[in-house]
């Protein structure tokens, strides 16, 4: 709408669209299809439908084209289109540009569903996959090689927040012209730069910060209008991972509080990493946002803020990291992230429980290590159930 509206605007206004009965609230437009004027006029939209001319759900919706409207514009892309997961995004992102005999370079650490598309989907369909440690731009420049089509990583890792140099990655691609996709999930779009650093197709999990309540399982990939609407929509309006409206319509209202929650989650995150950092009971630390972290910088230069989640290690392997989830009052045994509720995931015997010993070792998922996904609790009170699950270890 307006170009130079500012983030918490945009979050609230953006992408508006309103009805006959000029209804305050965006409206959840729960229809599967459209009724024309005229045989003439249906025709004429298959053609070629215009801005507020719908065909059908899986193509488009106006709740839908409200969301997607709204994150393209905080995103800073041409376009978006939103999916029924964050996986049918990333699936969609990838396999509507690839086809057999493509090279593709990822990073290793990868979440297992998207470890999952890039070893097992891509692949049995002739696309070729390397494997790079993404923090490592020697192995990227290595891998990179002409006739690559498009790298892929997450921006930050999980479950060791480990991050990938967004512009080093990029001006490596770019240079054989391989496309850049992004799965931006941890860094949040508030604390995202990913276009201004280069990236080309920017993917979210909207089932985390962006609903940020757990109600609602969702996905967006933002990109330019060319590969948005030639590339991903044909695929995707043909294949059927369409974000319902009535997610569409949760995914709008998370959006309106997005800048404020992912903010308070970060500054609670940051208060929690420092209060445990260097606690008797704490072995290791991983923050961005404090300095111990080994990319601190980059995290700064990157997102200007360490992030919502804070990964530790307690003493005692697991049974250490059981006690300590055992005793936890306010924080809940969970595996989303990016919830208003403080959530607690043991990686090594549940999110990462079907990796073999030597990839946990390699990526460093020890049986100690907790990842903890900060809230919107007062930071005194978390600091409280924290430190009272620390004692029992
Ligand atoms: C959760 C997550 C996904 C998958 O999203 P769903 O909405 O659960 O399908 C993909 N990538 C990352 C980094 C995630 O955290």
């Not at 590969?227 to 998370?254: C, D, Q």
Request: overall charge negative; some cysteine.
């Amino acid at each position: 709408m307006a170009d130079n509206w500012k983030t918490r605007t945009k979050l609230v206004h953006e992408g508006s669209r309103r009805s006959q009965y000029g209804e305050m609230a965006e409206a959840i437009f729960l229809t599967q299809g459209f009724a024309y004027d005229s045989a003439e006029s249906a025709e004429a939209r298959f053609v070629k439908a215009g801005d507020d001319e719908f065909i059908y759900a899986r193509y488009g919706n106006p709740t839908t084209r409200m969301f997607e409207e709204r994150i393209a514009a905080l995103e800073g892309t041409e376009d978006a289109f939103a999916t029924a997961s964050g996986m049918a995004a990333v699936n969609a992102a990838l396999v509507s540009m690839l086809r057999a005999g493509d090279h593709v370079v990822s990073a290793r650490a990868l979440f297992g569903s998207c470890l999952y598309i890039l070893e097992e989907v891509l692949t049995r369909y002739g696309v070729r996959v390397t494997f790079v440690d993404g923090a490592d731009l020697d192995q990227w420049r290595a891998a990179v090689v002409p006739g690559t089509k498009a790298v892929f990583f997450e921006s930050m890792s999980n479950p060791t927040l480990e991050l990938v140099d967004i512009a080093a990655v990029s001006d490596i691609a770019h240079a054989v012209g391989a496309l850049v996709v992004v799965d931006n999930v941890f860094a949040t779009p508030i604390f995202s730069r990913a276009v201004d650093q280069g990236a080309d197709v920017v993917v979210y999990s909207a089932t985390k910060h962006i609903d940020g309540q757990g109600r609602a399982l969702g996905g967006v990939i933002c990109g330019t209008r060319d590969y948005i609407r030639k590339v991903a929509e044909p695929y995707l309006k043909h294949t059927g991972a369409a974000m319902s409206p009535f997610t569409s319509w949760i995914m709008l209202n998370g959006m309106a509080t997005l800048d404020l929650r992912c903010r308070a989650m970060a500054e609670s995150a940051l208060t929690v990493a420092r209060a445990l950092e260097g606690h008797p009971k704490v072995t290791r630390m991983i923050f961005p946002g404090l300095p111990s972290h080994p990319q601190h910088a980059l995290a700064m230069a990157q997102m200007g803020s360490g992030g919502t989640l804070v990964t530790f290690e307690v003493a005692g392997g697991k049974e250490g990291a059981f006690r300590f989830m055992n005793a936890l009052e306010i924080a809940k045994i969970s595996n989303n992230l990016g919830d208003a509720k403080t959530i607690a995931t043991h990686p090594a015997t549940t999110t990462h429980q079907r990796l073999p010993q030597d990839q946990k070792d390699a990526l460093g998922i020890t049986p100690g290590l907790i990842r903890l996904s900060v809230g919107l609790e007062d930071a005194d009170d978390l600091i409280a159930d924290l430190m009272q699950g620390l004692a029992q270890v």
